[in-house]
């Protein structure tokens, strides 16, 4: 943000020498009036990780197109030698939630890994730009980027007989949103067997505790370190056995109404693929949804609040 000097706009405006045409005096009084003081700007950011100099472009049109903590201090955590030893992200098949601005997604390719960085679809071109000038030249695997609404049609377009994934990551999407639900659904359905979620995140309101219930009713969950009130985690799908008898109704339920359909050509794991394109929304309620209306319920939220909102 900067302001343009007074001076400067006088200079700007100023009327020509010897002119004394009222019509135009009145006309640069007029410009002079509607003439900004105030530029906004988008940030770009230095970071050093990898002993590699990383430019991120920010944004102000939404909360994705700035730089969260979690991100940072993912970053910091896996350059450190107990990074390496618990994430090993090497030719590993890797899908981030919640990309934003690409700095997690930069690191993450700079250190091999066979990356899909997903995000809504206002964001991806910031995203695609910032994880290209970091890394083009510098890359063992080229990047994916796609879309990705949470809860929705996940079988559709990340069918799980296809998209199979060794890691999953995850850095402060849990905030104060209305869709944790949707969320928890999407981590459920792309963390199978052999898969290991990484999710860093601060702890910032109730709601934030609520999820946390839910997802430890799914997940057995370790904390591998904290850095500046940011918690990073490691996490894998329960078994049967570890859940009890309601994961297994769970998961006997998701059998019965996924359809594997056929595999999506632009994002499969391990080739190459190009951005995905999120048809439009019907009003008939698909399997990811009904199983979003059940994780309403178990966060103390009705699913009316959800259409509301």
């Known amino acids: 943000m900067f302001f343009a000097p007074p001076q400067l706009l006088d200079e700007i405006y100023a009327p020509a020498p010897n002119t004394a045409n009222t019509e135009n005096d009145k006309q640069r009084e007029c ?3 509607w003439a900004p003081t105030i530029y906004f700007r988008a940030g770009r950011e230095v970071y050093n990780f990898l002993g590699q100099e990383i430019t991120i472009q920010e944004s102000i049109d939404s909360y994705g197109a700035t730089i969260w903590p979690a991100a940072l201090a993912l970053c910091r955590f896996l350059e450190t030698p107990q990074g390496h030893q618990h994430i090993d992200l090497l030719d590993k098949s890797v899908l981030e939630l919640g990309a934003g601005t690409g700095l997690l997604s930069v690191v993450v390719t700079l250190l091999g890994a066979k990356l899909t960085a997903t995000d809504l679809p206002e964001i991806l071109s910031n ?6 000038r970091n890394t083009r030249g510098r890359r063992r695997h080229e990047p994916l980027v796609a879309e990705l609404y949470w809860g929705h049609k996940l079988d559709e377009f990340f069918p799980r007989s296809t998209h199979q994934y060794d890691y999953v990551l995850a850095t402060d999407v849990v905030y104060h949103h209305n869709f944790l ?8 359905h792309l963390c199978q067997p052999g898969t290991i979620l990484v999710w860093a995140n601060k702890v910032r309101y109730a709601s934030d505790l609520g999820f946390i219930d839910n997802f430890l009713r799914y997940f057995e ?16 799908s329960k078994t049967p056995e570890q859940g009890g008898d309601q994961v297994q109704e769970m998961n006997e339920e998701e059998e019965d109404n996924y359809d594997v359909g056929e595999p999506n050509s632009t994002n499969e794991t391990g080739n190459n693929a190009e951005e995905v394109e999120h048809p439009e929304c019907d009003d008939t309620q698909t399997p990811d949804e009904a199983q979003v209306d059940k994780e309403l319920q178990d966060l103390g939220r009705p699913a009316e609040e959800e259409e509301e909102g």
Do not use: G, K
Not at 127 to 132: A, G, I, K
Not at 181 to 188: F, I, K, N, P, Y
């Open 127 to 132: 995203l695609t730009y910032n994880l290209n």
């Open 221 to 236: 969950i370790t904390l591998l370190e904290e850095l500046d009130d940011v918690r990073i985690y490691v996490a894998t």
């Open 31 to 33: 410009m002079r009036s």
């Open 181 to 188: 639900a949707e969320l928890l659904v999407t981590m459920r």
